[in-house]
T-cell receptor, first 113, second 116 residues
Framework: AQSVSQHNHHVILSEAASLELGCNYS??????LFWYVQYPGQHLQLLLK??????LVKGIKGFEAEFIKSKFSFNLRKPSVQWSDTAEYFC???????????FGKGNQVVVIP | GAGVSQTPSNKVTEKGKYVELRCDPI?????LYWYRQSLGQGPEFLIY????????DSGLPNDRFFAVRPEGSVSTLKIQRTERGDSAVYLC??????????????FGPGTRLTVL
């Protein structure tokens, strides 16, 4: 079964700072990778996903993530955060052909105006 | 269009009681998923339906948990003899199909279950 590790569960930063959230997974085969975001009071929504092609994926709201197969990583980045990026971010993975998503524990990100 | 809806939004019950949680997926989505999210954790897979059949129920924790999707649309998660450890947010998601697992899963708002 796949497992996902996210570090630095709580992140606090100021507006305009850069954000990078780490995500590592354990599975040796082909994977699909996702970042989901949950804004306060809202439900989970997709930020971006990777399933093939260019390992640098661009998502909504200026977020991007890079798949590094050799490191089993799919780190999320945003060069300059805004107060509205305050949310919880979850990395998820499924093995190709298997629809069950395995989620990490999430990163609670607070952006101070 | 309408997203995934779940009812009730909150459910408080007593230990030992039976509960049913309902999920209405996005219209036309053939795949439906149930996850459970405990405090401080990410969502944990429970079961996945393709159409009316459970394609993968390996995440159900024990035989007190059961889910159905009789007409390939609405699904009901049923929990018998609830225990305090069942307290969590139960999330439902749907996707257009199940090809390769790369389809985006669209999540509902969840049902917060509290077992006293």
């Amino acid at each position: 079964a796949q497992s996902v590790s996210q570090h630095n569960h709580h992140v606090i930063l100021s507006e305009a700072a850069s954000l990078e959230l780490g995500c590592n997974y354990s599975y040796g085969g082909t994977v699909n990778l996702f970042w989901y975001v949950q804004y306060p009071g809202q439900h989970l929504q997709l930020l971006l996903k990777y399933f093939s092609g260019d390992p640098l994926v661009k998502g909504i709201k200026g977020f991007e993530a890079e798949f590094i197969k050799s490191k089993f990583s799919f780190n999320l980045r945003k060069p300059s955060v805004q107060w509205s990026d305050t949310a919880e971010y979850f990395c998820a993975v499924n093995a190709y052909g298997n629809n069950r998503l395995a989620f990490g524990k999430g990163n609670q990100v607070v952006v101070i105006p | 269009g309408a997203g995934v809806s779940q009812t009730p939004s909150n459910k408080v019950t007593e230990k030992g009681k039976y509960v049913e949680l309902r999920c209405d997926p996005i219209s036309g989505h053939t795949a439906l998923y149930w996850y459970r999210q405990s405090l401080g954790q990410g969502p944990e897979f429970l079961i996945y339906f393709q159409g009316t059949g459970a394609a993968d129920d390996s995440g159900l924790p024990n035989d007190r948990f059961f889910a159905v999707r009789p007409e390939g649309s609405v699904s009901t998660l049923k929990i018998q003899r609830t225990e305090r450890g069942d307290s969590a947010v139960y999330l439902c998601a749907s996707s257009p199909s199940s090809s390769g697992g790369g389809d985006t899963q669209y999540f509902g708002p969840g049902t917060r279950l509290t077992v006293l």
